[in-house]
Every structure is written in C-alpha cells, then in structure tokens.
C-alpha cells in the first residue's frame, strides 16, 4: 500500500528532472498515484522528462497568465484523468509550481528600479496563478483534495530575492485567503517552503549562493542543496490523508533553518 494509492494528481512547473515538481511527481508515483503533468513553452522537453517518470504521464500545455488555456484547462486534463478507470474524471491534489520574474525584478538595485510592467508580471505568474489555476480546476476538485504550492520563506528581506520576495509574501497572502475560502467544500490549501534546491529556477537568482551559504552549518536537520527528495516528500505528505486538517500553513522543508536566529 502506497501513501498516495488510487489518488489523481496534476502537476505544475516540470522543466528538468532535477526540478522540484519532478520529483514530486516520481515519488507520488511510486506512492500510488496517477499523475498528469502541464508544461509550458518548450513542450517537446517536457514531454521528453515526462518518459523519465517511473510511469510515463501526459503533459497538457499550460500558460498562467493566458486565460484561455485556464479556461479549457478541465476539458483538456479531464480525458488522462478518465484513464484511470474511475466513474467521472476528478482530482485529488494539485501541485502550484511555477515563478517567474523579469531579470530586472532580480538582483542589486532591482527592488528599486525595475518597471512596473516587470513587477506585475513577477506578482501575476508567481503569486496571483496560484489563485488562477485552484479555481480553473475547480470542478475537478472535491472534499479531501489538497492544493500544494512552492514557497520560499519570505518573512524576511533576502539578497537578490527583491521583487520575487515580494511575490512569494503575496503566494503566502493568496493561500490563506483561499484556504478561507475553499475550505468549505473540504479542500485543503497548504504551501512548502522549501530550503535553497539547485533546480533551473534557482540558476535565474543572481547570487543564488548567498541562500547556500546562509543554510550551511545553519539547518540543525543540515541541508544539502543537491537533494530535492526531501521537499518532494513533504509536497507529497501534503497530498495524502494524514494532514487532513492543516490548511492555510506553510510547511517548512528547510532542515529547520527558519526556526534558528543568526
């Protein structure tokens, strides 16, 4: 018996097989769950990374900030989810992945000089889409289901992080509210604040190493920023039935860095 056996998962934000929601995506397959993947721009490679799961998964085309596509979104992941031999297609966890800022939202000097037009873009695709996509799968979702995203602990100012900081504080915003809101039709809304995973996204944040150093010899747990297992456990905790009241948190997978003064 796996932890996550019989459960219908869509998965968010798989670029490599060293990203985060791929491992994810492994480990609640190897838990027992069905797994349907998005990819976004370079569909062929997610397609190609799709194969390296221990089952193969369909990938359907997802843009954020394109409202058509969230609009189509049940019509489209609805047929892969109807493959499992279950009445009526539905869904039991999601998994929100997906961040992106404007290289002049990141680094020295972009708190204050990068345009509007590049913070709005950081807020909408990082924060505000994990309010677009719970809703647009909506109808698949029921009592029980668990809605996960991606976090990176934004109590504090970090070097470099700049307008993405800020994105990942209005993400922590949109989950309670949607935990509130959501709530009673049964579903869960939880993030994971993961500790620094050298993942593609992390290689965009100038001075990604500054958030390595922080966390050596910081984390009592310790912490290896080459492992993603252990964030991908914890997403995958989240999407089983043994959290079955936590919602509105944010669920730390750092090593225990967060809990430490400096």
């Known amino acids: 018996m796996g932890l996550l056996d019989g459960k219908r998962l869509l998965v968010t934000g798989v670029i490599t097989d ?6 994810a995506a492994k480990i609640a397959q190897e838990q027992g769950a069905d797994v349907v993947l998005t990819g976004f721009g370079r569909m062929r490679l997610v397609e190609r990374i799709a194969q390296r799961l221990p089952k193969p998964a369909a990938v359907v085309e997802l843009d954020v900030s394109d409202q058509s596509q969230l609009d189509s979104l049940v019509e489209r992941v609805s047929p892969h989810l109807a493959a499992t031999g ?16 404007p290289a002049s939202c990141l680094g020295e000097n972009a708190f204050l000089n ?23 799968v909506l109808p698949l979702l029921g009592p029980g289901s ?3 995203g991606m976090d990176f602990d934004n109590r504090q100012a970090w070097p470099a992080y700049d307008w993405m900081g800020v994105a990942k504080s209005t993400l922590e915003s949109v989950t309670r509210y949607l935990a509130r809101d959501l709530g009673p039709k049964g579903i869960r809304v939880n993030l994971v604040a993961a500790g620094p995973v050298r993942t593609m996204a992390a290689k965009s944040i100038p001075g990604f190493a500054a958030f390595e150093d922080a966390w050596d010899g910081r984390a009592p747990l310790g912490w290896d920023v080459n492992d993603p297992v252990p964030v991908a456990k914890t997403v ?4 089983s039935d043994w959290l079955p009241v936590t919602t509105g948190s944010m669920v730390w997978a750092d090593g ?6 400096v």
Request: glycine share 6%; charged share 10%.
């Open 146 to 148: 668990s809605i996960v």
């Open 114 to 136: 990068a345009p509007w037009e590049d913070v709005a873009t950081t807020i909408q695709v990082s924060a505000y889409s994990f309010k677009s996509l719970s809703t647009a």
């Open 236 to 239: 995958c905790a989240l999407f």
């Open 256 to 261: 225990g860095f967060h809990a430490i003064g």
């Open 18 to 23: 060293a990203s985060l929601a791929f491992h």
């Open 86 to 101: 279950q009445d009526e297609p539905k869904l039991d966890g999601v998994l929100h992945s997906i961040g992106f800022a």
